[in-house]
């Protein structure tokens, strides 16, 4: 679920063994022939990954590994499912890898080849049974929440308390100060929280009721966004916004960084929220499996998941790299929250193209009125 996207340029030295720059169908793994066994194409969301962690999987394994990049799970499932590019492994989101699972475009992996598997928290595997019930076919990499980031001295200037809930974002007396996702599954997620309904809800009249509390908040909204929050709260633009957790260590620090007279604090709404986990997959007609298994293997190992974690910031559910940060972080909540905080919280399911479109038209009503 990464979302800090933007081009991943490689350097001059990992350029001559990485094919990157870019994503989607033009990208220059569409160009290069497949085949042969030191190689490796793989296919991941734009700067989600610590680019000295392939330089090191070249040199231990001799893998040539080429690199393409995607900005969203969507544009990502067609160019599998068409397989014009034989991509060898994939980091899908949750619900994304419930729909490739149910298209049957995933293969098996073999966990024998895959033996750091035994870093990974057995609560993180049982989170992925959402979405991969048997686990089979995803490894998680990394996992996080949905929840709202506020600018405490805004709210002290507003005479606000701060907000500990969804429904705090319906407050009028923010109005112009809120930031909402411009996605359709999590904005539809804070309103049907408030109502105590599921965010996989398939009910009409559930449905109908958030899209009608999404357009009553209009008024409050300053812009729907995903990337540009980063920006808007750093700057102060904003009193409150609901942001991925991921994001939240990268906008605190340059806020300091930036010598801010603000503190950002992030909270988990009481109504529950989403959780979301980002898999490493390998398509069902992948070239070059095993390798895809050494890569897997690779980047289960502690110390190239703490290099990872130190580079993204998203929360890693590597129990021996998250053994291996330091205390600070060990006890940072809003990026390492208890399971237990997670009560009344759910990962986005694929809920079928029927469901999807119902989704996709209530969301055009709410950005239409």
Same mark, same amino acid.
């Given at each position: 679920?990464?979302? =800090?996207?933007?081009?991943?340029?490689? $350097?001059? %030295?990992?350029?001559?063994?990485?094919?990157?720059?870019?994503?989607?169908?033009?990208?220059?793994?569409?160009?290069?022939?497949?085949?042969?066994?030191?190689?490796?194409?793989?296919?991941?969301?734009?700067?989600?990954?610590?680019?000295?962690?392939?330089?090191?999987?070249?040199?231990?394994?001799?893998?040539?590994?080429?690199?393409?990049?995607?900005?969203?799970?969507?544009?990502?499932?067609?160019?599998?499912?068409?397989?014009?590019?034989?991509?060898?492994?994939?980091?899908?989101?949750?619900?994304?890898?419930?729909?490739? =699972?149910?298209?049957?475009?995933?293969?098996?992996?073999?966990?024998?080849?895959?033996?750091?598997?035994?870093?990974?928290?057995?609560?993180?595997?049982?989170? %992925?049974?959402?979405?991969?019930?048997?686990?089979?076919?995803?490894?998680?990499?990394?996992?996080?929440?949905?929840?709202?980031?506020?600018?405490?001295? =805004?709210?002290?200037?507003?005479?606000?308390?701060?907000?500990?809930?969804?429904?705090?974002?319906?407050?009028?007396?923010?109005?112009?100060?809120?930031?909402?996702?411009?996605?359709?599954?999590?904005?539809?997620?804070?309103?049907?929280?408030?109502?105590?309904?599921?965010?996989?809800?398939?009910?009409?009249?559930?449905?109908?009721?958030?899209?009608?509390?999404?357009?009553?908040?209009?008024?409050?909204?300053?812009?729907?966004?995903?990337?540009?929050? =980063?920006?808007?709260?750093?700057?102060?633009?904003?009193?409150?916004?609901?942001?991925?957790?991921?994001?939240?260590?990268?906008?605190?620090?340059?806020?300091?960084?930036?010598?801010?007279?603000?503190?950002?604090?992030?909270?988990?709404?009481?109504?529950?929220?989403?959780?979301?986990?980002?898999?490493?997959?390998?398509?069902?007609?992948?070239?070059?499996?095993?390798?895809?298994?050494?890569?897997?293997?690779?980047?289960?190992?502690?110390?190239?998941?703490?290099?990872?974690?130190?580079?993204? $910031?998203?929360?890693?559910?590597?129990?021996?790299?998250?053994?291996?940060?330091?205390?600070?972080?060990?006890?940072?909540? %809003?990026?390492?929250?208890?399971?237990?905080?997670?009560?009344?919280?759910?990962?986005?399911?694929?809920?079928?193209?029927?469901?999807?479109?119902?989704?996709?038209?209530?969301?055009?009503?709410?950005?239409?009125?």
């Amino acid at each position: 679920m990464k979302k =800090r996207v933007f081009a991943l340029c490689l $350097t001059a %030295a990992a350029a001559a063994s990485l094919t990157a720059c870019g994503g989607g169908a033009d990208s220059p793994a569409q160009n290069t022939a497949n085949g042969g066994s030191n190689e490796l194409y793989v296919y991941n969301w734009g700067e989600y990954i610590d680019e000295s962690v392939i330089e090191q999987f070249e040199e231990e394994t001799g893998i040539s590994v080429i690199y393409d990049l995607f900005e969203t799970n969507e544009e990502m499932y067609p160019i599998i499912e068409a397989g014009a590019i034989n991509y060898d492994v994939v980091c899908p989101s949750d619900y994304m890898i419930q729909k490739m =699972r149910e298209n049957d475009l995933l293969a098996e992996i073999n966990f024998d080849n895959v033996p750091n598997i035994k870093e990974i928290g057995p609560e993180y595997m049982d989170m %992925a049974k959402d979405f991969d019930p048997e686990n089979k076919y995803a490894v998680p990499y990394c996992w996080g929440t949905e929840g709202i980031l506020y600018n405490k001295q =805004r709210f002290d200037e507003l005479g606000i308390p701060y907000p500990t809930k969804w429904a705090d974002l319906w407050n009028p007396e923010l109005e112009g100060e809120i930031l909402m996702h411009n996605t359709l599954r999590y904005a539809f997620m804070a309103a049907l929280k408030i109502k105590g309904y599921s965010l996989n809800t398939t009910d009409p009249d559930q449905l109908a009721e958030a899209r009608d509390m999404l357009i009553e908040q209009k008024p409050l909204v300053q812009a729907y966004v995903i990337d540009q929050v =980063r920006d808007k709260m750093i700057n102060g633009e904003a009193a409150a916004a609901m942001l991925y957790s991921g994001d939240l260590l990268y906008i605190q620090d340059t806020a300091k960084e930036q010598g801010s007279e603000f503190d950002l604090e992030y909270v988990l709404p009481e109504e529950g929220t989403s959780y979301w986990i980002d898999c490493w997959v390998i398509p069902a007609n992948a070239e070059h499996k095993e390798n895809a298994e050494k890569w897997i293997n690779f980047l289960c190992r502690p110390d190239i998941a703490k290099k990872n974690f130190e580079y993204i $910031t998203y929360a890693t559910p590597n129990k021996g790299a998250f053994e291996l940060l330091d205390e600070e972080l060990q006890n940072n909540k %809003a990026v390492f929250p208890d399971l237990s905080q997670l009560k009344n919280s759910e990962s986005v399911q694929y809920l079928g193209e029927e469901v999807n479109d119902m989704y996709n038209e209530m969301w055009k009503q709410v950005k239409a009125n």
